[in-house]
């Protein structure tokens, strides 16, 4: 989940590394395996109800959350995103969801000898949904909304994550204060001919079309909205919202809030046009009501709530796809008594603990790690659909891959797959803590995974015997965001997944200048400053955005620097990174669709699917 205002790379990097996280940025989530990121508000319907009667044709049947809007710049869930990856189009994509990125919109691209300037040649076979041709000056108007536009939440993606060249302007802000900020039409995005774009960056930076790859690049007619400066638009930005106009596989067809979502299928589509007749998707925010939709049929392709989940019932012996990141088999017998097919995929997420150092002493914070047994709670908790973490970055992007993952986490100081209450007591003593002088703290769970509920609360019993009195708080993720922004968590749980595949898609959340509630746009919530590992975290941080080309030297620097930071935070324990993330997805045999990559599920283009005979 995400929302976030504008960062910068250069400037903050997203520097808050959580508030990102903890704010829900683009990557930012609450999910744990129960499928419910949604941050937006809206009444649940049980789940129960059958599927429309009216769909005309074959529609594959999904379920989804409360969303807020589908316009692509303003969306910030994960329920908005896997309706919008459907409806939009950018330029490049995640193939099958797979970290590997391939031209989308575009059909070639090129880069300039200094890396700097990036040519797109666009698909001159593609088509709005409302019959104009797709060119080059919608991607300017695209990526000027995206940059300039009051509904943005994604402007640093342009302006500060790849860094496109820009100018700025004074803004005097409510309070008074003067701020620097983007100056509109002044970005170095231009339509060379009717179906080329070019773009210059400020300097090298080595995840361009992967960035670009994120929906919120999506291109959309020039003009129709009147948002930005120049354009009178032929409808408001919330009414574009709720009728979008995009140039994907699937055609908007209607969202009746908190019930229901169609898309039927766009036959000039210029890819391969979809195998169905369309996709409808039955908005129900609880899991457990989801589950009852699934079981009763209603739904062709699903997730099942960890509380659901019986790891007894799987047989993941169907092979490896993408690349090993997916495993094959079946599930069952389900609770209608049928058998289905399963996928499990290792995602390029994590969830974990992040502990406000202004509020949480060290000791404390240290004593929480020696006494999390990360494979106990994966079993018996998460029953085996999330792994054991030792390290924020995942181990498909973490330098050296899971070889050099697991290599490193040889060197984890409190041990992953124990529960050391025995060290945890020993530093509390050691730091004046005791049974007369009991430390107290309060973790905050996100309100819509009863897992990491439940973890909060097996932490809790064992940490009174080393001298800790914890409590735990549920918030929805509103609240929980709210009260992270104002420096007012202790402990909180959330999780991240990439934004883009590299290393510091996550280590921002750690960069501790990006940590500082105090500032306008933290990126998490942990506040860390002020000590000598924090140092080395900010200094590290320097060194990976110092040197963001696509150059083997600055990999290297970059991968050198990220060992630093993950070794700092293990030292004074900002964020306890307790597992990463498997995505599984169930589906009946009247159904075929390839397996997802790491991307996850809501990043997988469906026109290739294809729905059989129901029974």
Same mark, same amino acid.
């Given at each position: 989940?995400?929302?976030t205002?504008?960062?910068?790379?250069?400037?903050?990097?997203?520097?808050?590394?959580g508030?990102?996280?903890?704010?829900?940025l683009?990557?930012?989530?609450?999910?744990?395996g129960?499928?419910t990121?949604?941050?937006s508000?809206?009444n649940?319907?049980?789940?129960?109800?059958?599927?429309a009667?009216d769909?005309?044709?074959?529609y594959?049947?999904?379920?989804?959350?409360?969303m807020s809007?589908?316009d692509?710049i303003?969306?910030?869930?994960?329920?908005?995103?896997?309706?919008?990856q +459907?409806i939009?189009?950018?330029?490049?994509?995640?193939?099958?969801?797979?970290?590997t @990125?391939?031209p989308?919109?575009?059909?070639d691209?090129s880069?300039?000898?200094?890396?700097?300037?990036?040519?797109?040649?666009?698909?001159?076979?593609?088509?709005f949904?409302?019959?104009d041709?797709v060119?080059?000056?919608?991607?300017?108007?695209?990526?000027e909304r995206?940059?300039?536009?009051?509904?943005?939440?994604?402007?640093?993606?342009?302006?500060?994550?790849?860094?496109?060249?820009h100018?700025?302007t004074?803004?005097?802000?409510?309070?008074?204060?003067?701020?620097? @900020?983007?100056k509109?039409g002044s !970005?170095?995005v231009?339509?060379?001919d009717?179906?080329?774009v070019? !773009?210059?960056?400020?300097?090298?930076?080595?995840?361009?079309?992967?960035v670009?790859?994120y929906?919120?690049?999506? &291109?959309?007619p020039?003009?129709?909205?009147g948002d930005i400066?120049g354009?009178?638009?032929?409808?408001e930005?919330?009414? =574009?919202?709720?009728?979008?106009?995009?140039?994907?596989? =699937?055609?908007?067809?209607?969202?009746?809030?908190?019930?229901?979502a169609?898309? +039927?299928? =766009?036959e000039?589509?210029?890819?391969?046009? $979809?195998?169905?007749?369309?996709?409808?998707w039955?908005?129900?925010?609880?899991a457990?009501?989801?589950?009852?939709?699934?079981?009763?049929?209603?739904?062709?392709?699903?997730?099942? *709530?960890?509380?659901?989940?019986? *790891?007894?019932?799987?047989?993941?012996d169907?092979?490896?796809?993408?690349?090993?990141?997916?495993?094959?088999?079946?599930?069952?017998e389900?609770?209608?008594?049928?058998?289905?097919?399963?996928?499990r995929t290792?995602?390029?997420?994590?969830?974990?603990?992040?502990?406000?150092?202004e509020?949480?002493?060290? *000791?404390?914070?240290?004593?929480?790690?020696?006494?999390?047994?990360? +494979?106990?709670?994966?079993?018996? &908790?998460?029953?085996?659909?999330?792994k054991?973490?030792s390290?924020f970055?995942?181990?498909?992007?973490?330098?050296?891959?899971?070889?050099g993952?697991?290599?490193h986490?040889?060197?984890?100081?409190?041990?992953?797959?124990?529960t050391?209450?025995?060290?945890?007591?020993?530093? !509390?003593e050691?730091?004046?803590?005791?049974?007369?002088n009991?430390?107290?703290v309060?973790?905050?769970?996100y309100?819509s995974?009863?897992? =990491?509920?439940?973890?909060?609360r097996?932490?809790?019993?064992k940490?009174?015997?080393?001298?800790?009195?914890?409590?735990?708080?549920v918030?929805?993720?509103?609240?929980?965001?709210?009260q992270?922004?104002?420096?007012?968590?202790e &402990?909180y749980?959330?999780?991240?997944?990439?934004?883009?595949?590299?290393?510091d898609?996550f280590?921002?959340l750690?960069n501790?200048?990006?940590?500082?509630t105090?500032?306008?746009? *933290? @990126?998490?919530y942990?506040?860390? +400053?002020g000590?000598?590992a924090?140092d080395?975290?900010?200094?590290?941080?320097?060194?990976?955005?110092?040197? $963001?080309? $696509?150059?083997?030297?600055?990999?290297?620097?970059?991968?050198?620097?990220?060992?630093?930071?993950?070794?700092?935070n293990?030292?004074?324990?900002a964020?306890?990174?307790?597992?990463?993330?498997?995505?599984?997805?169930?589906?009946?045999?009247?159904?075929?669709?390839?397996?997802?990559?790491?991307?996850g599920?809501?990043?997988?283009?469906?026109?290739?699917?294809? @729905?059989?005979?129901?029974?």
């Open positions: 989940m995400t929302d205002d504008n960062l910068s790379r250069r400037r903050f990097l997203q520097a808050t590394g508030a990102a996280s903890a704010v829900a683009a990557g930012c989530t609450g999910d744990t129960d499928e990121t949604d941050e508000a809206g649940e319907t049980d789940g129960t109800e059958e599927v009667e769909l005309d044709g074959t594959l049947r999904l379920t989804n959350s409360t809007t589908l692509p303003a969306a910030t869930g994960t329920s908005e995103g896997q309706v919008i +459907q939009h189009e950018p330029l490049m994509n995640y193939a099958n969801a797979t970290a @990125v391939e989308r919109l575009a059909t691209y880069i300039s000898e200094d890396l700097k300037t990036y040519t797109f040649e666009l698909n001159e076979d593609a088509t949904h409302n019959g041709d060119t080059a000056d919608d991607v300017v108007y695209s990526w995206l940059a300039a536009s009051d509904a943005s939440k994604r402007a640093y993606f342009i302006l500060d994550s790849i860094g496109v060249e100018e700025t004074t803004k005097t802000t409510d309070d008074g204060e003067e701020k620097e @900020v983007y509109p !970005m170095a231009e339509a060379v009717d179906y080329t070019e !773009m210059t960056i400020s300097e090298p930076f080595h995840s361009v079309p992967e670009i790859a929906t919120s690049f999506a &291109v959309v020039e003009g129709i909205v400066e354009y009178e638009g032929e409808m930005q919330g009414e =574009f919202g709720k009728d979008p106009v995009g140039a994907g596989p =699937f055609q908007f067809e209607s969202w009746s809030p908190d019930t229901e169609m898309a +039927q299928s =766009f000039d589509y210029h890819g391969t046009v $979809p195998k169905v007749d369309g996709i409808h039955n908005i129900v925010t609880d457990n009501a989801r589950y009852n939709y699934a079981m009763n049929k209603n739904a062709d392709y699903f997730p099942i *709530p960890t509380n659901k989940f019986d *790891p007894s019932k799987m047989s993941l169907g092979g490896d796809a993408n690349g090993g990141s997916s495993t094959l088999g079946s599930y069952g389900i609770r209608n008594g049928e058998t289905v097919n399963m996928v290792s995602t390029i997420g994590n969830y974990y603990l992040g502990f406000n150092v509020k949480v002493d060290k *000791p404390v914070r240290q004593a929480f790690a020696y006494a999390a047994n990360h +494979q106990s709670l994966a079993e018996d &908790v998460f029953k085996g659909t999330v054991p973490a390290h970055v995942p181990p498909a992007i973490f330098p050296g891959g899971a070889t993952y697991d290599e986490a040889k060197d984890y100081p409190y041990g992953s797959t124990e050391r209450l025995d060290k945890a007591r020993e530093i !509390m050691e730091a004046g803590y005791g049974e007369d009991r430390a107290e309060t973790i905050t769970a309100e995974s009863p897992v =990491f509920q439940e973890t909060a097996l932490l809790r019993d940490l009174t015997s080393a001298y800790i009195d914890v409590t735990v708080d918030a929805p993720f509103a609240a929980l965001r709210k992270g922004l104002n420096g007012k968590l &402990v749980t959330l999780g991240w997944l990439m934004d883009w595949p590299a290393p898609n280590l921002q750690l501790p200048p990006q940590t500082d105090s500032s306008d746009a *933290p @990126v998490s942990i506040n860390w +400053q000590t000598d924090s080395r975290a900010a200094e590290a941080w320097q060194t990976i955005s110092s040197n $963001p080309q $696509p150059t083997d030297e600055a990999q290297q620097a970059r991968d050198d620097a990220a060992i630093e930071m993950e070794e700092a293990w030292e004074d324990v964020m306890l990174t307790l597992f990463h993330d498997y995505k599984d997805r169930f589906w009946y045999d009247w159904v075929d669709i390839e397996p997802f990559g790491g991307a599920p809501t990043r997988q283009l469906l026109n290739d699917v294809s @729905v059989g005979e129901r029974n």
